[in-house]
Every structure is written in structure tokens, then in C-alpha cells.
């Protein structure tokens, strides 16, 4: 069964406690190191707030909404 998820975060969460290096976690959830961030929110900077996207290996697809 497919989903759709909405992540409205487009930065990591930093985890800095507890940690040599600082941790980030993903929040766009784009990473393919999930759950750590890997830097593939930088794909998202462009995007416009109000609108909803799907992600794939091609690139990136606005969707109408529909609910």
C-alpha cells in the first residue's frame, strides 16, 4: 500500500548533546542514510510553502491537492 507522508520541515534537527561531532537527523525525509541527514534537503530550498511535492531518483513533482 502506498503513502503519502508530509514533512513540512525542510532543515535537519541538530542533536548536540551527548555527541563529539554535532548529529543531525532528517526532517524532509529525503536522506538515503535515514534517520540521519545527509544533505538531500538542499533539494527542497526552492519550494513554495503552500504547495505539496513528491520526490523520486528523477527529480521532483508538484501535485495538485486533493484533499
Request: aromatic letters at 8%; proline letters at 6%; charged letters at 35%.
Amino acid at each position: 500500500m502506498a503513502r503519502l507522508v508530509k514533512h513540512e520541515r525542510n532543515t535537519p534537527y541538530e542533536i548536540p548533546e551527548g555527541t563529539k561531532l554535532p548529529v543531525y537527523i532528517c526532517a524532509c525525509g529525503l536522506s538515503k542514510n535515514k534517520p540521519f541527514c545527509d544533505g538531500s534537503h538542499k533539494r527542497t530550498r526552492d519550494e513554495s510553502a503552500d504547495a505539496l511535492y513528491a520526490y523520486d531518483e528523477e527529480g521532483r513533482a508538484k501535485l495538485i491537492k486533493q484533499y
